[in-house]
Each structure stands twice: as structure tokens, then as C-alpha cells.
T-cell receptor
Framework: KAGVTQTPRYLIKTRGQQVTLSCSPI?????VSWYQQTPGQGLQFLFE???????NKGNFPGRFSGRQFSNSRSEMNVSTLELGDSALYLC????????????FGPGTRLTVL | GENVEQHPSTLSVQEGDSAVIKCTYS??????FPWYKQELGKGPQLIID?????GEKKDQRIAVTLNKTAKHFSLHITETQPEDSAVYFC??????????FGAGTTVTVRA
């Protein structure tokens, strides 16, 4: 079974721009969550989706948003990019709501110049 | 919210020796404790997990122990091999949907 896929793998943007990252979960998985990984803050929870509904959100500003489609694929969007948004953005999927474990993709490396 | 502390931050072991990583958590309601291995350029890989109704779980050379009273859990890797070199993260959650991660342990296995 294919793992979680994320596109693009690398992205370079400038301050003020916006960006959209995509995630395809493992086939059959209905839950998707997003995390930001930085050297200073580590792994931090962004949000979690189940059946196209955002059920939980972490402590990030409103510039960070996301959505989930009917096929469970998910996108996250960051508007008005700041230098501090440079990070590895990780998507994870789970068959249910994490009860069977969360499986991560390779991430999208975002660099904001 | 949940706060997870992980020690040590770096660990160097001789090939064949054991490695132990320890984590403590703050939320007594946490009931799920996964461990992840992250290699350079890759996402975290789930290697083992444990629920609060179990004290110990083993999978080949990897084992995890949980002490709910003391609110700490540990990862044990026996007979370490060079391919065990990576960053290891512990995590805890009371609700399954949001993982709170430790800061990570960089493990280096010396040949």
C-alpha cells in the first residue's frame, strides 16, 4: 500500500506571498492531520480533518488554513508568508481518528525569503 | 495542554550495545504513546506505540515501557545497528487526534 504523499517536496517563496501544500493520505485513511516542524519549536500540531470537517486546530494564526476533500485528500494554505513560516510541513493520515496510529508523509520543505 | 519532555537530546552508542530514551508527560489523561524515527530528509516513521492499559510492548529489538503513576515512558533498542542512527521522537496524547511531541533524541551508532 502506498504511503502518504505530499507535493511539492520543496518550495521557495518570498514574504507576503501565499502557498498551498497538498497531501494524499494512505488509501482507506479518512483522517488527516498537519504538523509544522522547525529546529526551534520541534513538531507542532496545526489541524486535523475527518470526513471533510476540521475538528481540531492548533495554536497558529488565521493565516494558516486547510481543507479536506471528499476523497480524503487535504490541502493547507498559508497566506501572507513570513520568514518564520520556513519549516518542514508534515501531513499524517490515520484510518480513523488516530486510534490506529498516525502515519507521516515525507513533508514539504518551505523556505520563505 | 500536554507537555512532553525527552532525554537525552543526543545519544552515542557502540554498535551492539543498547540505547534507552526516556520521556515524561504532564497530562494524566494521556493514554496513547507512540515513538517515531526520523531519518534525514524523511518524515517521522511510526516504530512502536503503547496504550495506557499496557505496561510494556516489544517488537523484535525495540521495546517500550510505560509507568502511568510516574508519567514516564521509555524506548529501548537492543543490539543497535548502524541503521538505527536517526532522530527519535516520543509523543503523547489524551485524545488520539493531536500528538504532543518531545524535542527529539539524535542517536548515533558507532561501528
Amino acid at each position: 500500500k502506498a504511503g502518504v504523499t505530499q507535493t511539492p517536496r520543496y518550495l521557495i517563496k518570498t514574504r507576503g506571498q501565499q502557498v498551498t501544500l497538498s497531501c494524499s493520505p494512505i488509501s482507506g485513511h479518512r483522517s488527516v492531520s498537519w504538523y509544522q516542524q522547525t529546529p526551534g519549536q520541534g513538531l507542532q500540531f496545526l489541524f486535523e480533518y475527518f470526513s471533510e470537517t476540521q475538528r481540531n486546530k492548533g495554536n497558529f494564526p488565521g493565516r494558516f488554513s486547510g481543507r479536506q476533500f471528499s476523497n480524503s485528500r487535504s490541502e493547507m494554505n498559508v497566506s501572507t508568508l513570513e520568514l518564520g513560516d520556513s519549516a518542514l510541513y508534515l501531513c499524517a493520515s490515520s484510518p480513523t481518528s488516530g486510534g490506529a496510529g498516525w502515519f507521516f508523509g515525507p513533508g514539504t520543505r518551505l523556505t520563505v525569503l | 495542554g500536554e507537555n512532553v519532555e525527552q532525554h537525552p537530546s543526543t545519544l552515542s552508542v557502540q554498535e551492539g550495545d543498547s540505547a534507552v530514551i526516556k520521556c515524561t508527560y504532564s497530562d494524566s489523561a494521556s493514554n496513547y504513546f507512540p515513538w517515531y524515527k526520523q531519518e534525514l530528509g524523511k518524515g517521522p516513521q511510526l516504530i512502536i506505540d503503547i496504550r495506557s492499559n499496557v505496561g510494556e510492548k516489544k517488537d523484535q529489538r525495540i521495546a517500550v515501557t510505560l509507568n502511568k503513576t510516574a508519567k514516564h515512558f521509555s524506548l529501548h533498542i537492543t543490539e543497535t545497528q548502524p541503521e538505527d542512527s536517526a532522530v527519535y521522537f516520543c509523543a503523547a496524547t489524551p485524545n488520539d487526534y493531536k500528538l504532543s511531541f518531545g524535542a527529539g533524541t539524535t542517536v548515533t551508532v558507532r561501528a
